[in-house]
């Protein structure tokens, strides 16, 4: 099983910036992912990043160009930094960890951009 932990959430001003953070631990495959989602109150979680072992990423288009997905593999932590945030970033954020036929999510963390 992999855990994931998530910390950095928190309440920013519109066109602020965060930087969520996930550590892994426990039986990390070699080949990999680690992933960003969110959902909004009453809404579906949505994709939000994604990242492979290899460095290979992928972002929705609601966030492509204001947010940066990166990982430390020594660490085996994958980051989110999210620039010029706008209310509608308003989420719980939940990290994801997969491989073929697996999948683990993090407890999450809650991030609020006031208008």
């Known amino acids: 099983q992999v855990q994931l932990v998530e910390s950095g959430g928190g309440l920013v001003q519109a066109g602020g910036s965060l930087r969520l953070s996930c550590g892994a631990s426990?039986?990390?495959?070699?080949?990999?992912?680690l992933g960003w989602y969110r959902q909004a109150p009453g809404k579906q979680r949505e994709f939000v990043a994604r990242?492979?072992?290899?460095?290979?990423?992928t972002y929705a288009d609601s966030v492509k160009g204001r947010s940066t997905i990166s990982r430390d593999n020594a660490k085996l932590t994958v980051y989110l930094q999210m620039n010029s945030l706008k209310p509608e970033d308003t989420a719980v954020y939940y990290c994801?960890?997969?491989?073929?036929?697996?999948?683990?999510w993090g407890q999450g963390t809650q991030v609020t951009v006031s208008s």
């Open positions: 426990g039986r990390i495959s070699s080949t990999n992912g």
């Open positions: 994801n960890y997969y491989t073929p036929g697996y999948n683990s």
């Open positions: 990242i492979t072992s290899g460095g290979s990423t």
